[in-house]
C-alpha cells in the first residue's frame, strides 16, 4: 500500500480491516488516482462481486425442502478454473447483445467466453450458498418487514473475461512505464485521457456488466429449480474503479475533485449505499448500509478476510476439524476445498466491529447449505 500511495497519480488510500497481501494493491485496498486507472489495482477479477436474493419463505424450508434446494445448487451451478456451460445448458441474457462486444477485436475474441461461462461460478474463494437473513427491524429501502428470511447469497466475477482484460492491460500499462520500480510494476498505470485508458475503462466497464448478469442467470436458475421468487435483492461490486467525487486539497469547503476510485476487495459505502459484506462458509455475513466516510474513501471491508494463506490452510487444518466446525454450527457443505475452511479466515466480528464507524449493519446472513469449488482448480480470486 505504501508503494501505491508513493505513485505520482495517486491522491488518497485507505486500507480495510480485512486487509491481506495481494498483487498490485492488497486485497483491502482502496486507492484514488487523478485521471489514471491502474489496472493490478482494479485486479484480475474484474467485478468480482456479491448477490444476495431474499426470498419470502422462512429458513425452515431449507430442512422441510433440503433435498430439493441441495439438488437446484449442484444442478444450476457450474465450479472450477475455466468451466463452462455446453451446448442447450448455456444461458441466453443482453449483456451478450452489448455493444461494446464489438469495440475492438480483442474484446471481440472474449464473446465467446462470455457465452460459455454466463451464469458460472470459478474457483477459490467464489460460492453459491443458502442461508438465513435476519432483520432486526423494517427496512423501507428494501421494503422487507423485520424477521428472517430464505435466502440466496452468490460471490464471483466476470470470470475469463475479466482476467484476459486485466493481463492484456497490465502488460500495456508495464510497456508505458519501463522506469517503474520492480515493487511498482504491477500498479502501473493509464491516463484515461488517452487511448489505452480509454480502452481498457470500456473493456473494464463491459466486465462489469457481465459480472453482474452472471449472478443474475445464477440466481434465475436455481430460484427456478427451487420453486422461489425473490422479494428483494441487494448486490455490488468489490473489485472495479468507478469515477467519483472528494474534497479538493486546499480548497474551499465545498470544493471537490473527480477522482478514480480503486477498491480492490472492498465494499463500496457512501452514504446510504446498500451492500453485502460475507463471512466464511460457516460463519455469517452481513447486509450493510454505508455511513460515506471520506477518511475511509466511502469503503469498507468485502469479507472477513484470510487469516492464512492457502498453502498454510492446507498444510495446518484437516477434514476431520473443518467438518466438526461446520456441524457444530448446523451448516452442510456441498464441496470446496481445504484452502476455503472457516478456520482459514479472521473472525468476522472483529472486522465488523473494526468498521462500526464505516457501515451500519441491515441485517445477519447466516449460511446454512453451501457450494463452492471442489475440483481442486487453481483459485481465481
Not at 468451466?83 to 441466453?92: C, F, Y
Not at 462470455?114 to 470459478?122: D, F, P, R
Not at 435466502?151 to 484476459?164: C, I, M, N, T
Not at 422461489?228 to 480548497?251: C, D, Q, S
Request: with cysteine; aromatic share 6%.
Amino acid at each position: 500500500m505504501d508503494t501505491a500511495m508513493r505513485l505520482p497519480v495517486s491522491v488518497a488510500g485507505a486500507l480495510m480491516p480485512d486487509a491481506h497481501v495481494g498483487y498490485g494493491l492488497p486485497i483491502g485496498g482502496v486507492l484514488a488516482t487523478e485521471n489514471a486507472v491502474i489496472p493490478y489495482a482494479v485486479g484480475v477479477d474484474i467485478a468480482c462481486r456479491v448477490r444476495l436474493s431474499v426470498f419470502p419463505e422462512p429458513p425452515i424450508i431449507l430442512k422441510q425442502r433440503a433435498g430439493q434446494l441441495k439438488k437446484a445448487l449442484v444442478e444450476q451451478t457450474l465450479f472450477g478454473a475455466g468451466k463452462e456451460w455446453r451446448g442447450s445448458q448455456r444461458a441466453e441474457h443482453d449483456v451478450l447483445d452489448d455493444p461494446a462486444w464489438e469495440a475492438d477485436k480483442f474484446l471481440k475474441s472474449l464473446k465467446s467466453i462470455a457465452y460459455g461461462q454466463l451464469g458460472t461460478s470459478g474457483s477459490g474463494n467464489h460460492f453459491v450458498e443458502w442461508g438465513a437473513l435476519r432483520l432486526e427491524k423494517d427496512d423501507p429501502a428494501l421494503d422487507l418487514k423485520a424477521g428472517e428470511y430464505l435466502a440466496l447469497l452468490s460471490h464471483s466475477g466476470s470470470r475469463g473475461v475479466g482476467f484476459k482484460i486485466a493481463n492484456q492491460y497490465s502488460q500495456i500499462a508495464m510497456a508505458l512505464h519501463p522506469g517503474l520500480d520492480k515493487a511498482a510494476r504491477h500498479l502501473a498505470w493509464l491516463p484515461l485521457d488517452w487511448h489505452e485508458g480509454q480502452a481498457y475503462w470500456l473493456a473494464m466497464e463491459l466486465a462489469g456488466r457481465f459480472a453482474s448478469a452472471n449472478h443474475q442467470v445464477i440466481h434465475a436458475r436455481v430460484a427456478k429449480a427451487a420453486g422461489l421468487k425473490p422479494l428483494a435483492t441487494v448486490e455490488n461490486h468489490h473489485n472495479f474503479a468507478w469515477k467519483e467525487r472528494l474534497p479538493a486539497p486546499g480548497g474551499f469547503a465545498d470544493a471537490e475533485r473527480e477522482v478514480i476510485v480503486h477498491r480492490k476487495g472492498a465494499t463500496p459505502a457512501g452514504l446510504g449505499v446498500l451492500g453485502v459484506i460475507p463471512g466464511s462458509m460457516a460463519d455469517a455475513g452481513f447486509v450493510v448500509r454505508g455511513r460515506g466516510v471520506v477518511e475511509a474513501l466511502k469503503s469498507a471491508a468485502h469479507g472477513a478476510g484470510r487469516a492464512m494463506s492457502r498453502r498454510q490452510a492446507t498444510a495446518s487444518i484437516t477434514k476431520t476439524e473443518r467438518d466438526r466446525y461446520l456441524k457444530e454450527r448446523g451448516v452442510t457443505l456441498i464441496s470446496a476445498g481445504i484452502d476455503e475452511s472457516p478456520q482459514a479466515y479472521k473472525p468476522i466480528e472483529v472486522v465488523m466491529a473494526a468498521q462500526a464507524d464505516l457501515v451500519d449493519i441491515v441485517g445477519k446472513f447466516t449460511p446454512l447449505m453451501v457450494r463452492m469449488d471442489g475440483t481442486g482448480s487453481k483459485a481465481e480470486d
